[in-house]
């Protein structure tokens, strides 16, 4: 049986919303919650906290979590992935932002299953149709255009199709989600990747692979998921999570 585990990218630093990892989410700090909500998907096996703070580290440790030091050096989250598996000996790696705090457990399954299915595939995205015009326009969401068997095709942060010339078509818009899984000898590949011009651009890891010619099968998902990008987040995440019965699963003192 192939072994899946999880490497959740975290760092203080951030010019958008400096100490994130750490922020309270219904008392818990939001990067507790994308660990636990990991460990309750059943294809993982191990859900590790890559970062290169000393105080991510101690918090995740605290509460009983696997956290590992990495290079400081990293401009892009999959790198420091890479860096915190190096020497696993994992099958398949699936990198999980930090700030997505609704994850939901089936999500990971859906990411993993291709690559658990198709031994020639090496890499897998998730994402899911851009649900409001705020979402389309925003610089924050990463836009995804996929080809009719669902391989990606282009990431941006400005809006895919054209913001002028989508109206009156009926054209399908996706954002990428912050839920990638790897091969893991692919994994150790990326890394070793240069980084290419448009990934740095649109600062998307993953243009690095298709600029390199690799194909990256697009996953759909229907799941709420609301990445934390800036402060007032934390009241749109806080708002679902109170009404989500996976809370009480692994923080049952956000009821009392």
Sequence with gaps: MKKVIVVIPARLASSRFPRKPLAPILGLPMIEHVRRRALLAPVCREVIVATCDEEICQVVRGFGGQAVMTSSRHERGTDRVEEAVRDSDA????NLQGDEPCVLPQMLEDVARPLLDEESLLTANLMAPIASSEEYLSPDVVKAAVDLKSRALYFSREPIPSAKKISGHSVNSFKQLG???FRADFLRK?????????????????MRVLEHGYEIRMVLTRGALVAVDQPGDITRAEEILRTDPLVERYWPASKV
């Design 179 to 181: 839920i990638i899984a």
């Design 91 to 94: 099958d398949i790696v699936i």
């Design 190 to 206: 990326f890394a070793g990747l240069e980084p290419t011009p448009l990934e740095i651009v649109e600062s998307v890891d993953m």
